[in-house]
Nanobody, 114 residues
Framework: QVQLEESGGGLVQAGGSLRLSCAASGGIFSIISMDWYRQAPGKPREFIAF????????NYADSVKGRFTISRDNARNTVYLQMNSLKPEDTAVYYC???????WGQGTQVTVSS
């Protein structure tokens, strides 16, 4: 059972940047694909970005393309989400997720003020 712990959320002004981290334990990180989702109040959970096990395949939701970058460090069992040019509509709880086992982290709050 893979366990996930997100960190790096916080309050930032519009136009600012944050980097989220998701540390994994309890599994073989290098063979699992990972993605990030977010959920704003009153809205369904939304896909943000995907990265394959070796990092060779990456894709993004249109809403974040060109602003967010997903990456991973298999030596550190960690996946990252670099978020630039943040907008108030990016405000949400951000979750990392293991594709193969459907494990979720507890989420980290990102708030972007205008």
């Amino acid at each position: 059972q893979v366990q996930l712990e997100e960190s790096g959320g916080g309050l930032v002004q519009a136009g600012g940047s944050l980097r989220l981290s998701c540390a994994a334990s309890g599994g073989i990180f290098s063979i699992i694909s990972m993605d990030w989702y977010r959920q704003a109040p009153g809205k369904p959970r939304e896909f943000i970005a995907f990265i394959s096990s070796a990092g060779s395949s990456i894709n993004y939701a249109d809403s974040v393309k060109g602003r967010f970058t997903i990456s991973r460090d298999n030596a550190r069992n960690t996946v990252y989400l670099q978020m630039n040019s943040l907008k108030p509509e990016d405000t949400a709880v951000y979750y990392c997720h293991v594709v193969e086992t459907n494990n979720w982290g507890q989420g980290t709050q990102v708030t972007v003020s205008s």
